[in-house]
């Protein structure tokens, strides 16, 4: 069964530093990796994703992402924060035979002025 | 606009009711699903439909039903048995297909108890 770890609840930057946002997963074969945002009282909202090929993704917002295979992980990457981006995010996966999309606990981004 | 529409925002439910939560899409996508979030444990799968009248149990249906008479429509039933619904409750469509097409989402409803 697949499955996905954001080992931070919470991760602190200030505006303009670089972020990153941690994501492991684990599932058979080769995965589809997704990241999502949500917005407090809001539904996600689609950032990127990983089908094959090149391991750097670029996706909405100016956030990119690195999948590493030997690693099992697909972190989430913005090079300079805004405080526009404090959010709560949710790493995903699927397996790709599969029909569930498993989500990560999701990791709260804090972006301090 | 297309999108995905639930409602009520919010939601009160009194002890051995059952209520209804509606998601409607007009995105023309075959697939829905609706998925219940607590705090710090992410989403969970209750429900998933991926034609019409069709659906499956996800990992946490008990105390859930729900139904598919219509392509645009997934409503979900929050039954009596379902003794702690107190949680915010996400819909979702994707379009058939390859399965890495991202899911897109509705802006939830919070069900609480009285």
């Known amino acids: 069964a697949q499955s996905v770890a954001q080992p931070e609840d919470q991760v602190n930057v200030a505006e303009g530093n670089p972020l990153t946002v941690k994501c492991t997963y684990s599932v058979s074969g080769n995965p589809y990796l997704f990241w999502y945002v949500q917005y407090p009282n809001r539904g996600l909202q689609f950032l990127l994703k990983?089908?094959?090929?090149?391991?750097l993704v670029k996706g909405s917002y100016g956030f990119e992402a690195e999948f590493n295979k030997s690693q099992t992980s697909f972190h989430l990457k913005k090079p300079s924060a805004l405080v526009s981006d404090s959010a709560l995010y949710f790493c995903a996966v699927r397996d790709r035979g599969g029909n569930k999309l498993v989500f990560g606990a999701g990791t709260i981004l804090r972006v301090k002025s | 606009d297309g999108g995905i529409t639930q409602s009520p925002k919010y939601l009160f439910r009194k002890e051995g009711q059952n209520v209804t939560l509606s998601c409607e899409q007009n995105?023309?996508?075959?697939?829905m699903y609706w998925y219940r979030q607590d705090p710090g444990q992410g989403l969970r799968l209750i429900y998933y439909?991926?034609?019409?009248?069709?659906?499956q149990k996800g990992d946490i249906a008990e105390g859930y039903s729900v139904s598919r008479e219509k392509k645009e429509s997934f409503p979900l039933t929050v039954t009596s048995a379902q003794k702690n619904p107190t949680a915010f409750y996400l819909c979702a469509s994707t379009r058939g297909g390859p399965h890495h097409q991202p899911q897109h989402f509705g802006d939830g409803t919070r069900l609480s108890i009285l």
């Open positions: 990983y089908i094959t090929g090149d391991n």
């Open positions: 439909s991926q034609i019409v009248n069709d659906f």
């Open positions: 995105l023309n996508h075959d697939a």
